[in-house]
């Protein structure tokens, strides 16, 4: 994802391209730190996240010193944000060979997750069928009182799978056993995310 990204961006501009994990290595110091090393005075962080980081990161790295030695810091929209990214899932959940009648999209109730639901509704899937929520034990005894025993799983919180990704697939695991459950981990790579991570950068 990150070399693809770097490639589109190339073709707008010679940028310097640095990248950065949430827990792992190289982290966002470190990546500011190589890029003001190398002479930029000027750095984009592409959000490649669901939720505003600015506040998250200034935590970890004094953004105001550096403003004040005239190192401009700008951010990007989460991706999560982008019409472009509903449009992919939408796509894909569409595009899949079996038409869910449960789906259960992970995450909090978001501009982005209620916009998802409701354009799966307009291609014709049932709208008492699709939940938004990070409970689930409520979601499954809700699936259970339908009698809807087919669900697809889409991770809308999570852009990558590590460690946390790995735990929640393990939790969904406990309700295996009376559920046949279709798992959409999380946002994987596609290049129409790059396709909104670039149209973020350019907004």
């Not at 589109?8 to 310097?16: A, D, G, I, R």
């Not at 994990?21 to 984009?44: H, L, R």
């Not at 569409?94 to 509704?121: A, H, M, Q, W």
């Not at 938004?132 to 009182?145: G, R, T, W």
Request: proline share 2%; glycine share 4%; net charge positive.
């Amino acid at each position: 994802m990150a070399r693809e990204l770097k490639k589109s961006l190339l073709n707008y501009k010679p940028y310097y391209f640095y990248i950065a994990f949430e827990g792992y290595v190289p982290k966002i110091q470190d990546a500011i730190n190589s890029a003001i090393k190398d002479g930029c005075k000027t750095i984009y962080i592409v959000n490649y996240t669901s939720r505003e980081i600015d506040s998250k990161i200034n935590k970890e790295v004094d953004l105001e010193f550096l403003r004040d030695r005239g190192i401009t810091i700008k951010f990007t929209r989460p991706i999560y944000a982008s019409d472009i990214f509903i449009n992919y899932y939408v796509n894909k959940i569409n595009n899949l060979p079996k038409r869910f009648k449960g789906i259960l999209i992970y995450d909090d109730k978001t501009n982005t997750s209620e916009k998802l639901k409701d354009r799966l509704v307009k291609y014709g899937f049932i709208e008492s069928g699709i939940l938004i929520s990070k409970d689930l034990k409520f979601s499954f005894d809700y699936y259970k009182s339908q009698s809807i025993s087919e669900i697809l799983f889409v991770n809308l919180a999570s852009s990558g799978c590590g460690y946390e990704e790995e735990i929640l697939m393990q939790e969904l695991t406990k309700y295996t056993a009376s559920f046949k459950i279709h798992a959409i981990k999380s946002w994987g790579y596609d290049i129409e995310l790059v396709k909104a991570a670039i149209n973020e950068f350019k907004k």
